[in-house]
């Protein structure tokens, strides 16, 4: 009980005394109680003045994800389509924001963004590999440069957990998971290996479909592997290198009778390997790291008909370089931060025919402050990036908190934000026949927020207001005879939502609870954003009895729109409302014997989150897991 009470407050963004800068950082009770997303430092979460939330390894295991869709969902803010189910793409929205608005960083390194839309299908990351999700609402980009403007994401693949975990499950439509991993600590060394193997052979995701060939089950698989060292040099330094990879096939459905053989993939292979290194030195309040990290991403479309390297098959190959430095310092009450960060992408997007070869360099500088005066904490931040070819690019940000009375804080924030057209938005793609923009600008938002959160009685709250202005949005327009096209900067956005958070305990019962209300519109014709349900519940209910952990999610989506109006589609298609409940139970069978069992969908409720796309029904789990 107690372990799920802890693991819950992490989870839970506003914190009773907001006086983490007295507390000092170094003081806080737990690893759980930091946080290093917001300002790139470790910070306790309660000093962190956006919406913050925190999903640890424990909650992952109790909810008994199996997807990293299946983790975000659950939090405050986000709305997922998915093409399908376990393996096929997803598009992940954070406040109505567009989904490559998301920066997602693995370990505090960006994500690689190898297709021309510039999102990440981030989940692909085989859940096995992540310790930790640290998620910040807002704009964040002049902290972390190009991407962040409607949140970031950061994934955690490093543990801090000594000792070794194997794990076996099944569950419906063929699923099966099998897991290991050892974590051994040699005097100053501490050495951390990890594998894992998942696939489901998955549903139909395309019934609507009039190819035959469409009609099988579109399954996954994939493996993964991790493998990292750390070193403490001596009381100053350490070090750590780590490389970590998977490859995952997926199948998806063509949609149609392909007019020709080039037009039918239906298959995705991803081999993404990463390796980092990385030197911290710490000394009193002052505390330096320097990071270099080589991502390699290849993903291969194919069809089942003309094999993997056959007349249809397209490849991104992509290379990302990324060295970061940065430094804080602690004073009293207060830290500054600054750092730099180089990025170099590489990519080569070809099928049969054509191929692009595209390069760009990025170098960001940034500096950051926060201080707590009395019951006023204040934080600013600025960053200029130099993207390619694009200049210099300046970004900013601030925040203001206030403990008006013991226990209840009013903040107010804004921030720019900013994103990098893709590479294959700016310079073309002759696979897609989209002609290069050399007058393609960055996608820039402009966002205020408004915050009030307190501890009334048992009750956590917090409730926050924002608006964003969002222009220069990149669209692909086309000429109707020969459909050559070209991305320009032609939309505008406006958001304007509304999110309450709350968590409160009720005898032995833990009850989270998150409403949104968004308001997203395309400024030009006053439409309602496709693919985000304007309304949105979220609510989860944990308790343990006779050592039996019990976790039940609800989450409530209301009507959203498919598409955006156009020639070919004039009326906006309505995909209705939809609610949906999971429960899951682990059970200790001994201190290192778990078994855990989850129903997911519970009710079996048919809907879609993209239209003709099929979701999976209700599924059943069974994992047993074993600590040593
Ligand atoms: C339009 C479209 C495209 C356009 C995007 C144009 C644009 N505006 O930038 C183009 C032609 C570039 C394209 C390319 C590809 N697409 Co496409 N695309 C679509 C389509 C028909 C509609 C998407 C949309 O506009 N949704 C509405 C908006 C509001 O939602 P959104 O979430 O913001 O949409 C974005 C994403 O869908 C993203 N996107 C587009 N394709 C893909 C593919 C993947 C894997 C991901 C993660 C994201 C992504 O671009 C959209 C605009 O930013 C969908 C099918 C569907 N009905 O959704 C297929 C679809 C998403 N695409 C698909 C595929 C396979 C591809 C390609 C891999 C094809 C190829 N062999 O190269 C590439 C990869 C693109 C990439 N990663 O950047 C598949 C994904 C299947 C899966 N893995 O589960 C889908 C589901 C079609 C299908 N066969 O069922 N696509």
């Known amino acids: 009980m107690t372990m799920i009470k802890n693991t819950l407050l992490a989870v839970v963004s506003s914190v009773t005394a907001f006086s983490g800068w007295a507390q000092d950082n170094t003081t806080a009770k737990s690893s759980d109680d930091l946080v290093v997303t917001a300002n790139r430092f470790p910070q306790p979460v309660s000093s962190?003045?956006?919406?913050?939330?925190?999903?640890?390894?424990?909650?992952?295991?109790?909810?008994?994800?199996?997807?990293?869709?299946?983790?975000?969902?659950?939090?405050?803010g986000v709305d997922i389509s998915q093409y399908g189910g376990m393996g096929q793409g997803s598009s992940l929205s954070v406040r109505g924001t567009e989904a490559r608005h998301v920066l997602v960083l693995i370990d505090g390194v960006p994500m690689a963004r190898l297709g021309i839309s510039n999102g990440v299908d981030f989940n692909q990351v085989p859940l096995a590999l992540v310790q930790?999700?640290?998620?910040?609402?807002?704009?964040?980009?002049?902290?972390?440069?190009?991407g962040a403007i409607g949140g970031v994401i950061n994934i955690i693949t490093q543990t801090d957990k000594e000792g070794g975990k194997v794990q076996a499950g099944i569950g419906s439509k063929g699923y099966q998971q099998y897991d290991g991993a050892l974590r051994q600590r040699f005097d100053n060394t501490v050495a951390t290996v990890a594998g894992s193997y998942q696939m489901t052979n998955?549903?139909?995701?395309?019934?609507?479909?009039?190819?035959?060939?469409?009609?099988?089950?579109?399954?996954?698989?994939?493996?993964?592997?991790?493998?990292?060292?750390?070193?403490?040099?001596?009381?100053?330094?350490?070090?750590?290198?780590?490389?970590?990879?998977?490859?995952?096939?997926?199948?998806?459905?063509?949609?149609?009778?392909?007019?020709?053989?080039?037009?039918?993939n239906d298959e995705d292979r991803l081999y993404s390997h990463t390796y980092d290194m990385g030197?911290?030195?710490?000394?009193?309040?002052?505390?330096?790291?320097?990071?270099?990290?080589?991502?390699?991403?290849?993903?291969?479309?194919?069809?089942?008909?003309?094999?993997?390297?056959?007349?249809?098959?397209?490849?991104?190959?992509m290379d990302q370089r990324n060295l970061q430095w940065g430094n804080t310092y602690a004073f009293e009450h207060g830290s500054v931060t600054a750092g730099a960060d180089f990025q170099q992408q590489r990519l080569t997007s070809s099928d049969n025919s054509f191929a692009d070869t595209y390069k760009r360099d990025n170098t960001g500088l940034y500096?950051?402050?926060?201080?707590q005066f009395g019951s006023v904490t204040l934080e600013a931040s600025g960053r200029e990036d130099k993207a390619g070819d694009f200049g210099w690019h300046g970004t900013w940000q601030t925040a203001a908190g206030w403990e008006f009375v013991d226990g209840y804080r009013a903040t107010l924030s804004y921030g720019t934000g900013f994103l990098t057209p893709s590479l294959g938005q700016q310079y073309g793609s002759k696979r897609f026949g989209i002609?290069?923009?050399?007058?393609?600008?960055?996608?820039?938002?402009?966002?205020?927020?408004?915050?009030?959160?307190?501890?009334?009685?048992?009750?956590?709250?917090?409730?926050?207001?924002?608006?964003?202005?969002?222009?220069?949005?990149?669209?692909?327009?086309?000429?109707?005879?020969?459909?050559?096209?070209?991305?320009?900067?032609?939309?505008?956005?406006?958001?304007?939502?509304?999110?309450?958070?709350?968590?409160?305990?009720?005898?032995?019962?833990?009850?989270?609870?998150?409403?949104?209300?968004?308001?997203?519109?395309?400024?030009?014709?006053?439409?309602?954003?496709?693919?985000?349900s304007k309304r949105q519940a979220k609510y989860q209910l944990d308790w343990t009895m006779f050592n039996l952990d019990m976790d039940i999610s609800y989450q409530y989506y209301g009507k959203r729109y498919d598409n955006i109006s156009s020639t070919y589609n004039p009326e906006q298609r309505v995909l209705p409302s939809y609610s949906t409940v999971d429960v899951s139970a682990s059970y200790p069978i001994t201190s290192q014997l778990t078994v855990r069992g989850r129903i997911a969908n519970l009710f079996d409720k048919d809907y879609e989150t993209a239209y003709g796309y099929a979701t999976p029904g209700r599924e059943y789990y069974l994992t047993g897991s074993y600590t040593f």
């Open 48 to 76: 962190v003045l956006a919406p913050a939330d925190v999903v640890t390894r424990e909650d992952i295991d109790r909810w008994q994800a199996k997807s990293l869709n299946d983790v975000m969902r659950r939090l405050p």
């Open 132 to 146: 930790r999700v640290e998620f910040i609402r807002g704009p964040r980009s002049a902290i972390y440069g190009s």
């Open 202 to 264: 998955g549903f139909n995701v395309k019934p609507g479909s009039p190819y035959s060939v469409d009609s099988d089950r579109d399954g996954f698989r994939n493996k993964s592997f991790w493998g990292g060292l750390e070193q403490q040099f001596n009381q100053n330094f350490s070090g750590f290198v780590r490389g970590y990879g998977y490859t995952n096939n997926s199948d998806y459905d063509v949609g149609s009778v392909p007019y020709s053989p080039k037009y039918s």
């Open 279 to 317: 030197l911290r030195f710490l000394s009193g309040a002052f505390s330096s790291q320097l990071t270099g990290s080589y991502q390699k991403q290849k993903d291969y479309n194919y069809s089942s008909q003309n094999g993997r390297y056959g007349i249809s098959t397209t490849l991104d190959d």
């Open 367 to 371: 500096l950051s402050g926060q201080q």
């Open 435 to 532: 002609d290069s923009n050399s007058n393609l600008k960055p996608e820039e938002s402009k966002q205020w927020e408004m915050g009030l959160e307190g501890l009334t009685g048992p009750l956590d709250w917090r409730l926050s207001a924002y608006h964003y202005k969002i222009q220069n949005l990149i669209n692909y327009d086309s000429d109707p005879v020969t459909y050559q096209g070209q991305y320009y900067n032609v939309d505008k956005a406006t958001i304007k939502g509304v999110e309450w958070t709350g968590s409160f305990d009720t005898w032995m019962f833990t009850h989270r609870l998150t409403l949104q209300y968004i308001d997203p519109r395309n400024d030009q014709t006053d439409e309602v954003l496709a693919r985000r």
